[in-house]
């Protein structure tokens, strides 16, 4: 076990009570589903539904899943009564089982748990430490760098102490520092016997130390022929080699590669043939090589030799825009297709004919009620939009005034819309060359490995560049997921095919990051990198601007002050832009008229709807990166009133970890008592101020030595917000947070957490309660959405909060109040396409009723949102496969399907069947079926003139109506299955398929 000190000084609960929260499963073992949450929620596991990030666990009936620390998959129990039937591990972006597993271990996330002997007054069971823990024999510890640790618990114990004091001088009852760590006498009586190792040994040191020089190995990274020539240069010099594989599989495969460069490997589990190896090769883990110059030995780790793998894991999936229900919440407001918008009273469970149906009930102005069926609950979306719509009437006029007069406005901008996607397909672009050498060099310079997602993104940009249309390329990522490097590996391919290369941002200072980060990643090239911002004075901006008209600039990057009239480029081939929505609407339209001639590539973290609008539609093409880097951790979020005491030690406690801190005040005004303050609390920070009137030269400066690590704390106005990419601040404090929109606080969060260090952010608010609705709302939304990849949630939310305009034009309230985000797009995307001439598509339903039961047991799925979701997607399914396979992911997910889920999805092929054949409506009247057909109907005369002639029990009653006795059918499949004890529906389902034609 390898322990930091902070991790030792914390008192936990005793090892009994720490094995009673621990549990082994088993295929067979005995253990009820109930229990088992219990056991999870004890563990410190919270409900979460669905499970897709760690710490997570949800019972839903027979079917247990839950998220283990170390796991790199969510793992799904699924019972028989109280027994373990399987054990399955799960992918949580798709939900879908991947892999059975005989075992497993539920292990507690916490180490502290109530003390179950302390009776009806619940105490905290701190009655033990981690060296309680350490048990057995041999036991050994070994303490690295004994001056360096006893330093830090010393700063440790000092800061919980001052926490301590502050609590109490703030009136607080908090138990006292020695009740939840451990004291300096006990840590030295627990390390007394430990062996020390230290780094660095003083030639004064006692006597009786040991030295051992060590020396770290040589990291090949896939370059096999240099590492073939280091061993046969080790062993000629005598030196034994080892190489540690992690499996048996990857041991084989090694001593076949060193064969291919005549050396040869043994297993050292062959030590008559030892002498004879060039290489040993054991199996186990170790993270990196070493050598032991005065024992002659080098040990290799299969990280020296190889690139690090990939992580299988893929995060969930981001969450369209468009409504599922799963959000949906009684009170919400929808929108029916038909009726319009209403409020969401409950699903309600009523009697239609001899039948129970689960019915969604929607109240609408004039307190008139709607309500749906389940089957048609594809018709309903979640209303996003403005905060408080006005509610339609039942058989009013208002929705379909509000549809038409939408209607009537989007044909302009529809029009818009398809002469933009005309002009970028009739105009012939730059069709750039294949990469060159110099590509893959400057590529594989990326001193990180790219994510799956980011290489996706790069290899569509490129494809891009490389087609003879100008690219028009938005590419979405969360905030430091890697969008600049797709972006950079996109400028070096244009700078290579002789093009000019702009880069625009928002900001003066992300100018000067991505001018700093540009220039550090091409200094190995002849590629001449500018800048043109409140950096560079107005002689230096002249010069350069000369120099880009003349072709002498290959990159170029600046503010909006690059679109302005006299900026002129000798050939520019690539555009990127980073943050489109900051840009005004004046600037945005001569970037529009810059894609008709150049390669567009527009990066952003929180899309507006406007813009991925227009990517969905088509007119502009989309990468999204969802795979966080390696290691990354979400941002713990603090909503806080403001308070000296927290400051004082989220600033504190930042710095004792060697990290440094960003404190956002938006008021340049009174910025300087801010300072004074932060001073007065914390007089051993080094503080630095920036804003928007500091100098230029003042403003770089600073920015510089904050990255140098010269301050500690920058207190800076929001001119931080965007693109700032220093690993080492971790913590951010941002005041009057109540002031700032849901993308804005999203964006300023995002400047921290960019490491694989734990990041926090503390957004203070005024002490008095005199928050507004909204801000209430965007704080709870910003502590919310902390999970990694919730860049997508939180522009969605947003659009729900402030409400939306209009997707084209510099028009910002538009007509999305009117009838909500989700009809909007829809009747876009059908003015689209009758503007282009392509047929509507036929969204008529067969009405049918079977007077069964329609409803998903409440047993089976207990929450009120998941059975709407699933009712959704039954209900928009429009082939038997779709159907199909939302059934095998409901079996997957909650267990063995109920006859009630198995009778919706009869239900559905029968719907899916009628909506075949063209049928208006089918209808059962106890053994009597009818089939009525009009001006849709698609049903092969021949086949119809057929089944009735053969089949005496059909009738055919003008002008287009099939009357069926079910029960004077002839013998047929659909019989002897209704025979057999099958459901009323399946003959139902058998004489349509005859009649449509299907298998």
């Known amino acids: 076990m390898v322990a930091s000190v902070p991790a030792l000084l914390p008192r936990v609960s005793r090892p009994a009570r720490l094995l009673a929260a621990t549990q082994d499963l088993a295929v067979g073992a005995v253990v009820s589903p109930l229990a088992l949450g219990d056991l999870l929620a004890d563990g410190g596991f919270t409900p979460a539904d669905p499970v897709d990030k760690h710490g997570e666990f949800c019972i839903r009936g027979g079917v247990v899943d839950f998220f283990p620390?170390?796991?790199?998959?969510?793992?799904?129990?699924?019972?028989?009564g109280d027994m373990v039937e399987s054990l399955r591990r799960f992918d949580p972006g798709s939900q879908r089982s991947m892999a059975l597993l005989d075992r497993a271990a539920v292990v507690p996330l916490r180490d502290t748990f109530d003390d179950a002997d302390s009776g009806d007054d619940p105490a905290w069971d701190r009655g033990a430490s981690v060296f309680d823990y350490l048990v057995g024999s041999p036991m050994r510890i070994v303490v690295q760098d004994s001056e360096a640790c006893a330093a830090r618990a010393d700063r440790q114990l000092e800061q919980l102490d001052r926490t301590y004091r502050t609590a109490m001088d703030g009136g607080r009852s908090v138990e006292p520092p020695a009740a939840l760590a451990l004291t300096q006498d006990e840590?030295?009586?627990?390390?007394?016997?430990?062996?020390?190792?230290?780094?660095?040994?003083?030639?004064?040191?006692?006597?009786?130390?040991?030295?051992?020089?060590?020396?770290?190995?040589?990291?090949?990274?896939?370059?096999?022929?240099?590492?073939?020539?280091?061993?046969?240069?080790?062993?000629?010099?005598?030196?034994?080699?080892?190489?540690?594989?992690?499996?048996?599989?990857?041991?084989?495969?090694?001593?076949?590669?060193?064969?291919?460069?005549?050396?040869?490997?043994?297993?050292?589990?062959?030590?008559?043939?030892?002498?004879?190896?060039?290489?040993?090769?054991a199996t186990g883990q170790l993270s990196r090589g070493f050598r032991l110059p005065e024992a002659g030995l080098r040990i290799h780790a299969e990280a020296d030799l190889f690139a690090e793998p990939r992580s299988a894991s893929r995060p969930p999936a981001t969450r369209s825009f468009l409504s599922n229900l799963r959000d949906l919440k009684v009170g919400h407001h929808v929108v029916h297709v038909d009726h319009g918008i209403g409020v969401f009273v409950g699903l309600k469970r009523m009697a239609v004919g001899d039948a129970a149906h689960e019915l969604m009930e929607i109240r609408y102005d004039g307190g008139?009620?709607?309500?749906?069926?389940?089957?048609?609950?594809?018709?309903?979306?979640?209303?996003?939009?403005?905060?408080?719509?006005?509610?339609?009437?039942?058989?009013?006029?208002?929705w379909e005034r509000a549809k038409t007069r939408v209607r009537k406005a989007m044909r302009?901008?529809?029009?818009?819309?398809?002469?933009?996607?005309?002009?970028?397909?009739?105009?012939?672009?730059?069709?750039?060359?294949?990469?060159?050498?110099?590509?893959?060099?400057?590529?594989?310079?990326?001193?990180?490995?790219?994510?799956?997602?980011?290489?996706?993104?790069?290899?569509?940009?490129?494809?891009?560049?490389?087609?003879?249309?100008?690219?028009?390329?938005?590419?979405?990522?969360?905030?430091?997921?890697?969008?600049?490097?797709?972006?950079?590996?996109?400028?070096?391919?244009?700078?290579?095919?002789?093009?000019?290369?702009?880069?625009?941002?928002?900001?003066?200072?992300?100018?000067?990051?991505?001018?700093?980060?540009?220039?550090?990643?091409?200094?190995?090239?002849?590629?001449?990198?500018?800048?043109?911002?409140?950096?560079?004075?107005?002689?230096?901006?002249?010069?350069?601007?000369?120099?880009?008209?003349?072709?002498?600039?290959?990159?170029?990057?600046g503010t909006h002050r690059l679109l302005s009239k006299d900026v002129r480029f000798h050939d520019l081939g690539l555009l990127v832009v980073d943050e489109e929505q900051r840009f005004g609407v004046a600037h945005k339209e001569r970037i529009k008229r810059l894609r008709h001639k150049v390669d567009v590539l527009t990066m952003t973290a929180t899309p507006i709807p406007r813009t991925l609008n227009m990517s969905l539609m088509g007119i502009r093409d989309m990468s999204i990166i969802e795979t966080p880097p390696r290691d990354r951790l979400s941002i713990q979020t603090n909503v806080v009133?403001?308070?000296?005491?927290?400051?004082?030690?989220?600033?504190?406690?930042?710095?004792?970890?060697?990290?440094?801190?960003?404190?956002?005040?938006?008021?340049i005004e009174n910025i300087a008592s801010v300072a004074e303050m932060v001073r007065r609390i914390v007089p051993e920070a080094r503080l630095a101020v920036a804003h928007g009137r500091s100098g230029e030269a003042d403003l770089e400066r600073i920015m510089i030595d904050f990255v140098a690590r010269a301050y500690d704390v920058l207190l800076s106005t929001t001119i931080i917000e965007n693109g700032l990419d220093i690993p080492n601040v971790n913590t951010i404090i941002v005041n009057h947070a109540e002031r700032y929109g849901l993308s804005?606080?999203?964006?300023?969060?995002?400047?921290?957490?960019?490491?694989?260090?734990?990041?926090?952010?503390?957004?203070?608010?005024?002490?008095?309660?005199?928050?507004?609705?909204?801000?209430?709302?965007?704080?709870?939304?910003?502590?919310?959405?902390?999970?990694?990849?919730?860049?997508?949630?939180?522009?969605?939310?947003?659009?729900?909060?402030?409400?939306?305009?209009?997707?084209?034009?510099?028009?910002?309230?538009?007509?999305?109040?009117?009838?909500?985000?989700?009809?909007?797009?829809?009747?876009?995307?059908?003015?689209?396409?009758?503007?282009?001439?392509?047929?509507?598509?036929?969204?008529?339903?067969?009405?049918?009723?079977?007077?069964?039961?329609?409803?998903?047991?409440?047993?089976?799925?207990?929450?009120?949102?998941?059975?709407?979701?699933?009712?959704?997607?039954?209900?928009?399914?429009?082939?038997?496969?779709?159907?199909?396979?939302?059934?095998?992911?409901?079996?997957?997910?909650?267990?063995?399907?109920?006859?009630?889920?198995?009778?919706?999805?009869?239900?559905?092929?029968?719907?899916?069947?009628?909506?075949?054949?063209?049928?208006?409506?089918?209808?059962?009247?106890?053994?009597?079926?009818?089939?009525?057909?009009?001006?849709?109907?698609r049903i092969e005369p021949a086949r119809l003139i057929s089944f009735v002639q053969t089949r005496p029990a059909v009738t055919l009653t003008p002008p287009a109506v099939i009357r069926i006795d079910l029960d004077a059918l002839g013998p047929s499949g659909a019989e002897a299955g209704a025979a057999a004890g099958g459901s009323v529906l399946q003959p139902i389902e058998a004489v349509l398929r005859e009649l449509s034609g299907g298998a």
Request: glycine share 8%; aromatic share 8%.
């Open 187 to 281: 840590i030295a009586k627990h390390l007394a016997p430990a062996a020390r190792l230290e780094t660095l040994g003083f030639d004064d040191d006692a006597g009786g130390a040991r030295r051992v020089s060590c020396e770290p190995a040589v990291s090949f990274h896939g370059r096999l022929g240099d590492w073939a020539a280091e061993v046969r240069t080790t062993r000629d010099a005598g030196e034994t080699q080892l190489f540690i594989a992690s499996t048996a599989g990857r041991a084989e495969r090694v001593g076949e590669l060193l064969e291919e460069y005549d050396l040869r490997a043994v297993s050292v589990d062959r030590a008559e043939m030892t002498s004879a190896a060039w290489l040993l090769v």
């Open 69 to 80: 620390a170390g796991e790199s998959h969510p793992l799904r129990v699924e019972f028989v």
């Open 641 to 667: 009133k403001f308070d000296v005491p927290v400051l004082a030690r989220a600033i504190r406690t930042e710095l004792e970890r060697g990290g440094q801190v960003y404190f956002v005040h938006n008021r």
């Open 412 to 557: 302009d901008m529809a029009q818009e819309l398809l002469r933009l996607y005309a002009a970028r397909r009739a105009v012939t672009g730059h069709s750039f060359a294949a990469d060159t050498h110099w590509q893959e060099e400057f590529e594989a310079a990326f001193e990180y490995e790219l994510t799956p997602d980011q290489a996706t993104a790069v290899a569509d940009v490129k494809r891009d560049m490389e087609a003879p249309e100008p690219m028009d390329r938005l590419l979405c990522g969360d905030v430091g997921y890697g969008k600049t490097e797709v972006a950079l590996r996109a400028a070096f391919k244009a700078v290579m095919d002789g093009k000019q290369v702009a880069l625009l941002a928002p900001t003066t200072v992300l100018v000067f990051q991505h001018f700093k980060t540009i220039v550090g990643r091409f200094a190995a090239f002849p590629i001449r990198i500018e800048m043109v911002s409140r950096f560079r004075s107005r002689a230096e901006q002249t010069a350069i601007l000369k120099d880009v008209a003349a072709g002498r600039v290959d990159v170029i990057i």
């Open 368 to 398: 008139d009620k709607l309500f749906v069926p389940v089957d048609q609950l594809d018709l309903v979306q979640k209303y996003t939009g403005s905060q408080r719509p006005a509610l339609d009437r039942l058989g009013g006029t208002s």
């Open 744 to 937: 804005q606080l999203y964006q300023l969060r995002g400047r921290v957490g960019r490491s694989a260090r734990r990041a926090y952010a503390y957004l203070l608010v005024p002490p008095a309660d005199n928050l507004s609705q909204v801000a209430r709302q965007r704080l709870a939304a910003i502590k919310e959405f902390s999970s990694l990849g919730s860049g997508f949630r939180v522009a969605a939310l947003d659009l729900e909060i402030r409400g939306a305009g209009n997707l084209l034009g510099a028009q910002q309230s538009g007509h999305i109040e009117a009838i909500g985000f989700d009809m909007y797009l829809k009747l876009l995307e059908e003015t689209v396409r009758e503007l282009k001439g392509e047929p509507p598509e036929d969204d008529q339903r067969a009405a049918v009723n079977l007077g069964v039961d329609l409803r998903i047991d409440e047993q089976y799925i207990v929450e009120t949102n998941q059975r709407l979701a699933l009712y959704r997607r039954l209900a928009a399914t429009r082939d038997e496969q779709a159907l199909a396979a939302v059934l095998d992911e409901v079996g997957d997910r909650y267990g063995p399907p109920p006859p009630s889920v198995r009778r919706l999805a009869e239900y559905g092929r029968i719907r899916i069947l009628a909506d075949r054949m063209g049928a208006d409506a089918v209808d059962r009247e106890r053994h009597l079926l009818v089939i009525r057909f009009g001006d849709r109907a």
